[in-house]
């Protein structure tokens, strides 16, 4: 089982409605390409970078109702975190923008991460029995995504999600 972490930095996530398209560099998705492989996400972390006032920031993390289509890396990496580990033949893509940028479900909301942007930080880790889930090579059950639902200012984050490939 190999084990990942994809993490970003410095993204501002403009608050997007439901079944909207993403803008590039808003969200930060993964994803499985792969149909024969699982993903079980155990750890979400989010750090507020706001300059300096308190910046309300309302975070999902969900399934996307649409795949993103020819994602690029750009502002993330992923990194195998077990160094004895050898990737699978079909890694996981980690990524904010696409040639077709992902649309967020409107019925699967996984998690509400709210907290102040303004140095603030939100960690969530599965119990053992509990990961968020992907599998498959389409929608919804392939894909999710952490973005801003509602804000009165763009949170400007750095995280990561943390997983493994089974």
């Not at 501002?12 to 398209?21: E, F, N, S």
């Not at 709210?114 to 960690?123: D, K, L, P, T």
Request: charged share 10%; hydrophobic share 40%.
């Amino acid at each position: 089982m190999a084990r990942y972490s994809t993490s970003w930095t410095s993204l501002t996530m403009t608050a997007t409605g439901d079944t909207t398209t993403f803008a590039n560099s808003v969200f930060c998705a993964i994803g499985s390409s792969n149909a024969s492989s699982m993903i079980k996400v155990s750890e979400v972390y989010i750090g507020g970078e706001a300059a300096s006032a308190s910046t309300p920031a309302t975070i999902v993390v969900a399934r996307d109702s649409t795949n993103g289509a020819t994602p690029s890396a750009t502002g993330v990496r992923t990194a195998l975190t077990d160094a004895l580990g050898s990737a699978p033949a079909n890694l996981p893509t980690g990524f904010t923008q696409a040639t077709t940028n992902p649309q967020r479900s409107a019925s699967a909301h996984l998690l509400h991460l709210s907290f102040n942007a303004y140095g603030g930080i939100v960690r969530w880790v599965a119990s053992p029995d509990q990961s968020l889930t992907m599998a498959t090579a389409t929608a919804p059950n392939s894909e999710i995504s952490i973005s801003a639902i509602t804000a009165a200012t763009a949170p400007v984050t750095s995280g990561h999600f943390l997983y493994e490939v089974v």
